[in-house]
């Protein structure tokens, strides 16, 4: 019996102890999961007064038969969405500004004549003005320059002088070079690009090959006979002009260990302004040109691509025979030929008529695909014929134009308005006063309502640089 007795004890001991931790454990709260974030579970709701006589075996809920097949519907599209949580403003973007330079060490400085150094300064800090239209790479390959790298432009002459400074800032600049994150851009000055084209060739694997056949790049950057060089950070701002190549490895280096930078640079002053007035002048050209009747033509153009009524390829030249074009607010004629096409100098005395006729209103280029070799070989063969020009030649010896244009034969005319569209295309002989008329008339009308003038026919060089400007 008292064996029994202490059995039924530690049984009833077991079972006080198991009670009592579970009623200890049901008052801790254990952080749970309730809509999206860890928080203390919702109140349970309260329970029902005990029933005098509960059933022992309480029977199952009942359930509706229907339900038990019903497939999971699915939630409804036309009930409201949950609000999306607003993201967080962002920042607004930092606006452009002039970059802060430093000063070069004196060892790094190259030896230029003040007027070229004061020529360059305008470029510190600032955004390097992208190549203009006349700007062409020696393969032909794209004219833009490359973006997120660090550019050294250096300046060259090559057909006056070997451009050796290419060999020496490849090899200055070392494994900073070869690693591709530097790029050394040579940018041939406009003088005797045929020449100095054969040169360069040989030294593509130094430099990416640029020509400016125009100058308009040349004279908006600052660089003139004098090679000298702008070296360019990661963001496209100019940060040091005229180093030597010991110099330009030594800033290379200090730029290359720079942060990224979250500030763009901003434009020049000077060409922001340019660029306001420009953009004004072509929205007032553009509604000149709504109000002004150009004449249309439908006759088949079967010597080139039909661009009438398009906007006309840039009107660009390697090399010009004695002084540029004159095409500010004029019609422009563009007559393609080359020397040995008999046609072609049969058109001759017709062109200059047209030049005569219309005087400042008019715009006479004729374009040649030939270099200046084979140009003055065929014009001294035919000198009686060349000799009569009264017009602007230029020689388009890399087909820019001519590609284009798609030209299929000679002669071929072209005829743009000073929007820059093409009016009409054909063969000389058939662009008579019926033609030009209209479209002379018709460009006056739309040049006066946009607010621009009319070109005085005569070209004037800069005080420095190699562009022309209407005087």
């Known amino acids: ?64 038969p229907a339900d038990l097949d019903a497939p999971e519907e699915p939630n409804d599209p036309a009930a409201p969405a949950a609000p999306a949580t607003p993201a967080a403003p962002t920042a607004p973007a930092a606006p452009p500004a002039r970059v802060d330079c430093a000063a070069p060490e004196k060892a790094w400085v190259a030896k230029l004549a003040a007027d070229d150094r004061t ?70 000055v406009p003088n005797k690009l ?20 125009d100058g308009v790049w040349c004279d908006t950057i600052g660089l003139y006979k004098k090679p000298a060089n702008l070296i360019i950070d990661r963001g496209g701002a100019v940060r040091y002009i005229g180093l030597t190549d010991k110099g330009v490895a030594e800033a290379v280096k200090l730029l290359a260990a720079e942060p990224a930078r979250t500030t763009p640079p901003a434009m020049r002053p000077d060409l922001a302004k340019a660029k306001s007035e420009a953009d004004a002048n072509t929205a007032g050209a553009a509604d000149a040109t709504k109000t002004a009747q150009f004449p249309t033509y439908t006759t088949p153009v079967t010597n080139a691509i ?18 540029p074009a004159d095409t500010k607010g004029k019609v422009i004629v563009v007559d393609f030929f080359f020397t040995g096409c008999p046609p072609c100098r049969a058109a001759i005395p017709h062109m200059n008529e047209l030049a005569a006729h219309y005087g400042d209103q008019v715009a006479v280029v004729g374009v040649s695909f030939e270099n200046k070799s084979t140009y003055d070989t065929g014009r001294n063969r035919f000198r009686t014929d060349f000799d009569k020009v009264k017009y602007a ?30 009016r009409w295309q054909g ?45």
């Open 1 to 64: 019996m008292q064996q029994r007795s202490n059995r039924s004890g530690v049984c009833l001991g077991v079972a006080f102890l198991l009670t009592l931790t579970a009623a200890t454990t049901a008052a801790v709260a254990v952080p749970q999961q309730h809509g999206g974030g860890y928080g203390p579970p919702p109140a349970a709701p309260p329970a029902p007064p005990p029933s005098e006589n509960p059933p022992a075996n309480p029977p199952p809920a009942e359930t509706d």
């Open 119 to 188: 020529a360059l300064e305008p470029n510190l800090g600032y955004l390097l003005p992208p190549p203009t239209d006349g700007v062409r790479a020696l393969d032909n390959s794209s004219a833009a320059l490359p973006t997120g790298k660090i550019i050294v432009l250096q300046s060259v002459d090559a057909a006056a002088t070997a451009p050796t400074v290419l060999d020496k800032l490849a090899t200055a600049l070392g494994e900073l070079h070869t690693s591709g994150d530097v790029v050394i851009v040579a940018l041939q």
């Open 194 to 213: 045929d020449a100095a084209e054969k040169k360069l060739a040989k030294f593509q694997s130094k430099a990416t090959i640029m020509l400016d056949t």
């Open 306 to 323: 039909d661009l009438r009524g398009k906007q006309a390829p840039t009107l660009s030249v390697d090399t010009w025979i004695a002084k």
């Open 393 to 422: 030649i230029g020689l388009d010896t890399s087909r820019t134009m001519i590609n284009a244009f798609g030209v299929r034969s000679y002669p071929c005319i072209a005829v743009i308005s000073a929007d820059n569209v093409v």
């Open 427 to 471: 063969h000389p002989n058939s662009l008579d006063a019926q033609v030009m008329d209209p479209i002379v008339a018709a460009n006056k009308a739309m040049v006066a309502a946009s607010g621009g003038g009319k070109g005085k026919g005569s070209t004037k060089k800069s005080q420095r640089g190699w562009a022309t400007s209407p005087s």
